[in-house]
């Protein structure tokens, strides 16, 4: 929108020469300022929302208590600000399941119970090996059925000793476990 012709038009003419060389400048120059500002409003009015705020997403991300990080794609950050803004509180199975739908994952989480004899398949719980079975009460495998498993091999000349021969996960939907999970909780993930 062009403010500089609409100001033109404000001033009476019978007191203002409105073809003037001087008077034109001026609305030019006030113009701008108005365009600019007009301009500047329309982006903080696209900023309500996590998905159109582009460069003011990390306000969002500071907000939220989410670190930002700009090496990681837009609608990833944006996923990870709706999933923190929707997680208003709850601690059931379910509440997380509707969480992770919100987000565009579909989910089951199987909780364990030791007291009844229903553990994790071994090699799932091999890291607690020394653990006492009680302790293993508060685990949560949580198998995520249309996730992006990034699979990632290990290569000779890519790789390095003491990495894992495979690793994999999506961390968009683990990040948001770690994050609201109870602090309790150990959560395991699989993929399918």
Known sequence: M???NVLKQLYP???YNINGEQFIAQCEVD???YDRLQQRAEHVLAVIEPVTSDAMLADWERICGIKTDLSRPYQERVKRV???LNAVGG??????MRIAESIGYQIQIKEFSPLQNDLPNPGDIAQFRNAPRESL???WRVTVLNGDDNIVYFRAGESFAGEHLVEFGDPIIEEFFKDLKPAHTYC???YQ
């Open 2 to 4: 062009q403010h500089a």
């Open 82 to 84: 709706i999933a923190q």
């Open 13 to 15: 003419p019978v007191s």
């Open 91 to 96: 601690l059931s199975i379910p509440y997380f």
């Open 188 to 190: 395991y993930f699989a």
């Open 31 to 33: 113009g701008a300022a």
């Open 137 to 139: 009460i508060f685990m």
